[in-house]
């Protein structure tokens, strides 16, 4: 009698039908509809661009599917001012009351805002896969905020005692944490991913990051002395040097940013398991840093039209609506200044635009399509498992301004 042979694991590659026009539409809207209604569109844009985002991944040719709503997002936001405020007033009245230790109450009030920042990242996270469905059954996370914040904490402790050298295990260490607290149905997740792979594939990052910032420190300490001691000025070939090399790394920093995290996210992906599911990518890291490039190109496009127009507006201000500018330094005409706040206000909503484009829904593409799956049988028979989530942690991340869609 034949021992019986294992079947190999199902492999189905993952797509995306997601239409660009339709997303540059959308966030197009959603721009001009959160100027509208000062900036409180934004939780149900964000409702809106994850329909579209997870009803554009097909797993195992079904879509997933997104079921929070804004005003979960609203109402999460308002309970977090409600948590905030308190702790900036009574900071504000610890400041007036003593001014001399109003600048060591700084110190516990920024932990303590780092604090409920991880918190918050983790509650968020949870209530995304609260409310995020596949094959008509929920994805689940269980799990403490509070517990997850305190390792974040000291891992960031040791990451600056490092000099960010322990970046990956540091990574491998909370996801593994988030893993194990993350269920589809009655499959529990878990992550393999180690620390020392992740250093592995990109060791050469972190070493070029501190020899850029040691180079550029001997640089900055070689301008301070070129003026010959305190309240003398710098030299001008030694000022432009130091200009033209921060330059230089800000577009060297691009290409080391994209690498970083086409490396990142593949080791991620491979790390992570529902039960017996699992997947490989082979996301490309020149299509990352094209995408960045891609980003500063148009970003760059936008500021030139910009102040273009602000040229431009000048120009018949002065020549046909009689507005007169003073000498330097004197009061600038109030149309010019509302011009140039108009200005100001559409380029960060073009900048919000282009950002949700390129960072959100073109990096979400390019991850999506990279994957291939292995194991969805395991998926088939799946019972549901018990427990719900409230936007909470959402909303805690949208007060201190960190939710990115």
Known sequence: MHDPVALPLQEERASF??????????????????????????????????????????????????????????????????????????????????????????????????????????????????????????????????????????????????????????????????MRNTFYGELQGSFVGRGWDLFKRGWWIWLAGVLAIIGFSALVVALAKSGGGPGHKPDPQASALVGLAMLGMGLVAVFFYGAYKAIQWRWWLEGVRIGEIRATSDLRTWSYI????????????????????????VFLLTHF??????????????????????????????????????FIQRVWKLVVRSLTLHGLEAAREVRAREGSADAVGEGLMDSLDVVGF
């Open 17 to 178: 039908t997601g239409d660009d026009a339709d997303f540059r539409r959308l966030v197009t809207k959603g721009a001009l509809l959160e100027l509208i209604t000062a900036g409180f569109y934004r939780f149900w844009l964000a409702t809106r661009i994850r329909h579209y985002l997870w009803g554009g991944t097909l797993l195992g040719g079904d879509p997933l599917e997104y079921l929070g709503t804004g005003r979960e997002l609203l109402y999460g936001f308002l309970f977090a001012l409600a948590i905030l405020a308190p702790v900036y007033l009574a900071y504000l009245l610890l400041g007036l009351a003593a001014e001399s230790y109003k600048a060591f109450a700084s110190v516990p009030l920024g932990l303590f805002f780092i604090a409920f920042g991880q918190f918050a990242l983790y509650r968020a996270r949870r209530y995304r896969l609260h409310r995020t469905a596949w094959r008509g059954l929920r994805f689940g996370m269980g799990g403490s905020g509070w517990a997850y914040s305190w390792r974040a904490m000291l891992w960031g402790a040791a990451f600056f005692a490092s000099f960010g050298l322990v970046l990956p295990w540091a990574e491998a260490a909370l996801e593994r944490y988030k």
């Open 290 to 313: 094209g995408n960045s490039w891609k980003f500063i190109g148009w970003t760059a496009l936008v500021a030139l039209v910009g102040g273009l127009l602000v040229g431009l507006a």
């Open 321 to 358: 609506a009689g507005v007169r500018f003073e000498k330097p330094g004197g009061a600038l005409p109030p149309a010019f200044l509302v011009t140039m706040g108009l200005e100001y206000l559409f380029f960060l909503l073009a900048l919000g635009a282009l950002y949700r484009i390129y």
